[in-house]
């Protein structure tokens, strides 16, 4: 069998999640599309099959949607209010209806001229809806806008010209302002999208030109000035500068960018000049990953939204015949037919499932939308939501809950030596050695500004140190034992370095001219807001975290004392991390791992929630994890488990108004005081609760 292509095209003009939906449905019924695949949140259509523009138009012809190709960057331009086209039609609609409200008061409802006024604002408010609805009666096909046409056609058949039109004016405005909340949710897929520049300065043999990102090839140097913003994903090639990054990792403070370094494209260059070799094409970039997978967690339905789509399948329905048995039955047993039949419209009316329908996608669009802005990419509704229930989370302790990187924490120097004078000897020494400790002194060097000097003679000793000359004067830095063998040290100076090796640090002694000098103690540092973090994430409720690592039992208890973690788990193999989560899983529900989206692949996939540090560093991490912290930044962690318990509490909420509502409302049909107002009144404003509900989402910050 042939494998076809996925075929993806941006949306315009899509306006509410039923519409979504029927849209999918017209493109999966065209002959030559296997499937297809709505995205509302990111108003997107992704398809497998053959199809043309015009023929997917065709299918979004009832919604007056527009499909455009992915790759055609769109430049919307600010619409003033009064030029919006559902502004002008609402506008319209209520000034017929205003006419024709003074004319019915000063003359009579029945008047000729009011009933003209009336009918004129139906049209103008209801022209698209009544197009969509008859058009789906036909079919027996009833949505939202099929419930609305039957109901106003009645209220004409029936006399109730003004009521059908202040109905049609009041739905022209829910879905005016319905539309302006959807536009706000969007914006941030917009604002990631407009975030990397569509061109940029590109040397290219001895001249500079300016091309558009598609037409970059990697290997391009691109040339990038103080305040501009990087084109493209690369490594600087020339040049000394901060960069900020929050657009990408949501890191407040500009990192300091030098020869060597990568960069991202949508970051902005702020001191120097920069030249920049491009490592990855335009679709290959971070910010393109992050685009593609923030609208790919956007389409994906988290439980609750599944919920509410089978619900609302059998709830238009029910709608209908509860309608139908409203408007007949009274009537049956005695009851006025005018009266009953006005009451079966409203119940249509106050029924539609439009509330319904938006009650979670618009919170979990907005959510992850905010949480992408905050450096934090959540990939998909169902992780927000399991993230929401969290009630374990275990963390890998080497570059989770340490910086995952050795530093001096200790030089003791004996006394009488010069400490800044044996500081640059053994620097010279160790620039020479390849061994990962040895990095980390020269760095610890260079930030006590020790001055570089030249050695000689360098000798690797493997398993023990190095040494080498420096001015006539040997030089040895190497394991204790091994520093035992060369000079005689002080027993004070043992018991210093046993105590240092019970903190779990690595300990080395420095030898000058055989005479013992220094001590030396390196460990992986404990990031300054790990503790910070476990003890909030204590506070919000988290009743057990772990933390897990391959390290040596000692090293790992006395980093668990300082953090106030009392489950430990140390000498631990990848596998071994597996099956502990598999416990935890078991023990408590739902657990997160937190690690570097790497050696801790196979925990991150058994966890409910796998979350993975320094996504913008590692397409590791982008992949398989179910959320990145970008800025590789733990105190992110607390904030998306509060971002993710409100979007569940909005959710719910959600919910509660968009039936709450509509159930008063129905009561009034008991005592006979429902009426179109009311129920158009119900219907609007529990849309429009759920959508500015979930706006506040756009609220929550770390």
Request: hydrophobic share 50%.
């Amino acid at each position: 069998m042939a494998v076809v292509d996925k075929k993806e095209y941006r949306l315009e003009n899509l306006s509410c999640a039923s519409c979504a939906m029927k849209f999918e449905n017209n493109i999966k019924n065209l002959p030559t599309v296997e499937d297809a695949q709505v995205n509302f949140g990111a108003s997107k259509l992704s398809f497998s099959g053959n199809a043309t523009i015009k023929d997917l138009e065709a299918a979004g012809a009832f919604d007056g949607i527009k499909v455009v190709p992915i790759q055609q960057r769109q430049t919307e331009p600010k619409q003033p209010f009064f030029a919006r086209k559902e502004n002008v039609v609402t506008i319209l609609s209520f000034l017929f209806l205003l006419a024709g409200t003074i004319l019915s008061f000063r003359y009579a409802e029945t008047h000729p001229a009011a009933i003209g006024l009336f009918a004129i604002s139906i049209v103008v408010g209801g022209a698209n809806m009544f197009k969509t609805g008859l058009r789906n009666l036909i079919r027996f096909d009833f949505d939202m806008k099929t419930l609305m046409t039957i109901a106003i056609i009645g209220a004409a058949i029936i006399g109730e010209w003004r009521e059908g039109a202040v109905v049609v004016f009041l739905f022209a405005i829910s879905e005016a302002l319905e539309a302006y909340s959807m536009n706000k949710a969007r914006q941030s897929i917009r604002q990631l999208m407009d975030i990397a520049p569509s061109s940029a300065f590109v040397r290219r043999g001895n001249e500079v030109v300016e091309l558009e990102t598609e037409d970059i090839v990697v290997g391009d140097i691109l040339i990038v000035k103080p305040g501009q913003k990087i084109a493209m994903d690369g490594t600087v090639l020339k040049g000394t500068s901060t960069v900020n990054q929050a657009a990408i990792t949501g890191e407040a403070v500009p990192v300091l960018k030098k020869t060597g370094d990568d960069v991202f494209a949508g970051t902005l260059n702020e001191e120097g000049a920069l030249e920049v070799t491009v490592t990855k094409l335009v679709g290959d970039t971070t910010i393109a990953k992050i685009i593609h997978l923030v609208e790919e967690a956007q389409a994906e339905k988290a439980p609750s939204q599944k919920f509410v789509d089978r619900f609302a399948k059998y709830y238009t329905p029910a709608i209908i015949v509860v309608a139908f048995l409203v408007a007949i039955v009274p009537p049956l047993l005695g009851g006025e037919w005018h009266a009953w039949i006005y009451q079966g419209l409203a119940v249509l009316v106050v029924g539609c499932p439009c509330a319904l329908v938006v009650s979670t996608p618009v919170a979990i669009v907005t959510a992850i939308g905010n949480a992408a802005r905050q450096g934090v990419l959540i990939k998909g509704g169902v992780h927000l939501e399991e993230t929401g229930h969290l009630t374990a989370i275990a963390f890998d302790k080497t570059g989770t809950l340490t910086k995952g990187y050795p530093e001096v924490t200790e030089f003791i120097v004996r006394q009488g030596m010069d400490r800044q004078s044996l500081l640059c000897s053994i620097a010279a020494v160790e620039s020479l050695s390849q061994h990962p400790l040895a990095k980390a002194i020269v760095n610890y060097a260079d930030q006590q500004g020790a001055e570089r000097l030249e050695a000689t003679g360098f000798q690797s000793v493997t398993g023990k140190g190095a040494y080498a000359k420096i001015a006539h004067q040997t030089v040895y830095i190497g394991s204790l034992s091994w520093i035992q063998e060369l000079a005689s040290v002080p027993e004070e100076v043992l018991q210093q370095a046993a105590a240092l090796q019970q903190e779990g640090k690595s300990v080395m002694a420095v030898v000058l001219d055989g005479e013992y000098s220094a001590l030396l103690a390196v460990a992986d540092p404990i990031r300054a807001e790990s503790g910070e973090v476990l003890k909030e994430l204590k506070e919000i409720g988290i009743r057990h975290t772990v933390m897990l690592t391959g390290d040596h039992p000692t090293t790992a208890k006395a980093i668990a004392e300082k953090l106030g973690v009392t489950d430990v788990r140390a000498g631990l193999m990848p596998e071994d991390k597996l099956v502990y989560i598999k416990q935890l899983n078991e023990q408590y529900g739902r657990v997160a791992m937190v690690g570097d989206g790497i050696n801790d692949a196979p925990a991150l996939a058994a966890a409910s929630v796998g979350i993975a540090m320094g996504g913008a560093g590692t397409d590791a991490a982008l992949e398989t994890a179910d959320i990145a912290l970008m800025a590789d930044d733990l105190g992110k962690l607390p904030y998306s488990i509060k971002l993710s318990r409100k979007t569940l509490r909005i959710i719910k909420e959600n919910i509660m108004f968009a039936l709450g509502l509509k159930i008063v409302a129905l009561l009034l049909i008991i005592p006979g005081w429902l009426t179109l107002w009311i129920a158009i009144f119900a219907d609007m404003g529990a849309t429009l609760l759920v959508v500015l509900n979930s706006l506040r989402l756009l609220r929550v910050h770390k």
